[in-house]
């Protein structure tokens, strides 16, 4: 298998780690890959984005949740999407509300960056709600996850959103208000998938430049 990867993506880590939780890691050879590349990604994933998987017999496979749902099938142990049709929509319905915080994290981090009169500050607004309304809602389920258990896909896909939290709005005080998220999340990064899987600053780039808008808990 073939993981055409990046550096930095909350949807990348997410398949890394499962790969890593189920054993399947020692079979897959990880290509960084520049979504701008349009002659090695495009014609893996006519969107020209990342994560996408190579595999045989079947050829590329994308988005992560797609990726994650192939990778679950793949490997011998406990299943991290339940067969039990109750079960499986819960966990879907979270990792689509982790990967909702995913995406807004990176919407809001894009905006933030551009110059200050460029910046269209409903959109940054609208983001930092849907930060806040979707830690506080992972907060409420947080509390029923076991951390000795195998993780399941929700409890990935939030880890990875976690993650990218944690490495681009390092100053965010979001734990006061979501004790049980950050209890499991201080729990869930000490296994060896979460350290194995840390994002950094793609070699060789200087880091990013500050946001214009700094991260904040918005209060209404």
Not at 90 to 116: F, S, Y
Request: glycine letters at 4%.
């Amino acid at each position: 298998m073939r993981l055409h990867s990046s550096y930095t993506s909350p949807y990348v880590r997410k398949v890394k780690i499962l790969a890593h939780e189920t054993g399947l890691w020692d079979g897959v050879k990880e290509v960084y890959t520049n979504p701008a590349d349009e002659e090695v990604l495009r014609p893996l994933n006519p969107l020209g984005k990342i994560p996408a998987l190579e595999l045989e017999g079947v050829g590329a496979v994308f988005d992560s949740r797609v990726i994650c749902e192939a990778l679950d099938r793949l490997h011998r142990g406990p299943p991290r999407i339940p067969a039990d049709t109750t079960a499986r929509l819960m966990v879907l319905r979270t990792q689509a509300l982790a990967d909702g915080l995913a995406d807004a994290a990176n919407l809001r981090r894009n905006e933030a960056l551009r110059p200050d009169a460029q910046i269209y500050h409903p959109f940054i607004d609208r983001q930092d709600l849907a930060i806040k309304h979707a830690l506080l809602a992972l907060n409420r389920v947080a509390g029923a996850w076991n951390s000795d258990d195998p993780p399941l896909l929700d409890q990935i896909a939030t880890a990875a959103a976690l993650g990218y939290i944690r490495f681009r709005y390092e100053r965010l005080e979001w734990r006061a208000q979501c004790p049980d998220l950050a209890r499991w999340e201080q729990r869930f990064f000490d296994r060896p998938s979460a350290l194995l899987t840390e994002p950094i600053n793609p070699p060789g780039r200087p880091p990013p430049p500050p946001q214009t808008v700094p991260p904040h808990w918005p209060t209404e």
